[in-house]
């Protein structure tokens, strides 16, 4: 601007030296050109200025622009961040319409945060300002088919055959050609979606088990930065669960259900081995309950002599029991020397026995062999000789006593 201005400073000096050499009539002509030029400058200065104002107020404030499949415009300006404490106005015109001021802000803790309106025309200019409209703190110019965000996809249709799912949906309002198809899907066994992608409006995909459950839900997605500046997609459509061509409610629809006789089958299994560990349990149950808690004897019915008889007098008791213990202990032993005596006896009867015995043999033997067995038979044992009888010792002397 002021190279400018310094510029036509400089024409009017030159105009006034040369004025001097010149008729009235070129006077005037020369004037009314050295004027226009000069309108025309200060029209280009005002122009740099407002263009430099412009730029300055896109840049100073971050907006965010949507426009729902064509339908409507939504504008966000972060009122809180951007504009602290003040309420502000927003005015938007299709190409050259009048001004329109906002129909329906968007509030956020009570301030102006943004504007809904419907979309009209494919120029759009937006202006933010104050509370009065004196002061302009914003502005911009928009081709609103550059924000465009799509709709889900409608109609969609999944056709499954053998390993392999073609995707289909309807024809979308907005250009096809600037319009992907996104389609994803997931097993119970996986933890992450998987997804595919494919011009507008059709996608086809292999490797499907049928043995599997799969969740799908496809969107559409614009093209960016072909036909967006701003990567915007649509909203996921409704998720729904397949498997081998057949639509479910859910994945776990897919369990195959157990028939009625498998489940009586099972039922009366269960109840025949609760009643088995029932009765295990009632039969066991004394000896687990000994093993748990040991009964402890009540001394009252073993001793009960102690209590009837002496009134729980525990000397007493003790003079009484000591004294039956030495009179059965005599009553022991001569019991003892009655038994062994006979014992005696029937091994003095075995001895005689055998005796004879050996004389039932002599005629069965030779003359030899006979005198000496009688010779051995009559001879009485010698002084030395020991007797055993059974566990018992006796040493033998020669006028036949048994020596103890």
Not at 309 to 327: I, R, S
């Amino acid at each position: 601007m002021l190279r400018l201005r310094l510029l036509m400073k400089k024409c009017y000096e030159v105009f006034q030296r040369q004025s001097e050499h010149l008729s009235d009539l070129c006077i005037f002509a020369s004037m009314g050109l050295l004027f226009q030029a000069c309108a025309v400058i200060l029209i280009l200065s005002d122009l740099l200025d407002s263009h430099q104002l412009v730029q300055s107020l896109e840049v100073s404030v971050n907006v965010t622009v949507v426009n729902f499949d064509n339908e409507w415009i939504q504008m966000t300006w972060a009122a809180i961040e951007n504009f602290p404490g003040k309420n502000v106005t927003f005015l938007y015109q299709y190409d050259k319409d009048p001004w329109k001021q906002c129909p329906s802000y968007l509030l956020d803790q009570g301030y102006n945060d943004g504007c809904l309106f419907k979309t009209e025309k494919r120029s759009l200019a937006m202006s933010i300002k104050d509370k009065n409209g004196s002061e302009e703190l914003f502005h911009k110019k928009i081709q609103t088919d550059f924000f465009i965000k799509p709709s889900p996809p409608e109609n969609v249709t999944f056709l499954w055959k053998d390993d392999r799912v073609t995707v289909t949906c309807s024809k979308p309002k907005t250009l096809k050609r600037c319009l992907k198809l996104e389609f994803q899907y997931r097993s119970k066994f996986d933890m992450e979606w998987q997804s595919r992608k494919s011009p507008c409006c059709s996608l086809e995909d292999q490797g499907f088990d049928p043995e599997k459950c799969y969740s799908f839900r496809v969107r559409l997605e614009r093209l960016y930065p072909t036909c967006n500046v701003v990567h915007y997609a649509s909203e996921w459509g409704a998720v729904t669960f397949w498997s081998n061509g057949k639509m479910l409610g859910s994945c776990a629809d897919d369990i195959k259900r157990l028939s009625d006789a498998i489940i009586l089958l099972i039922f009366f299994l269960v109840i025949f081995l609760i009643i088995f560990i029932l009765l295990i349990f009632l039969c066991k149950w004394q000896r687990f309950q000994k093993s748990i808690m040991p009964v402890i004897p009540d001394p009252k019915y073993i001793f009960t002599d102690l209590f009837t008889d002496h009134n729980g007098n525990l000397q007493e008791w003790f003079d009484k029991t000591e004294n039956a213990m030495v009179q059965a202990k005599m009553e022991c032993e001569e019991q003892e020397c009655i038994i062994e005596e006979e014992r005696v006896q029937e091994k003095k009867k075995d001895v005689k026995g055998e005796a004879k015995q050996r004389l039932c043999e002599l005629p069965n033997m030779h003359e030899r062999d006979y005198l000496n067995s009688v010779q051995n038979t009559c001879l009485p044992p010698t002084s030395s000789d020991m007797v055993s009888l059974e566990s018992f010792k006796f040493l033998m002397n020669e006028d036949m006593y048994v020596m103890l």
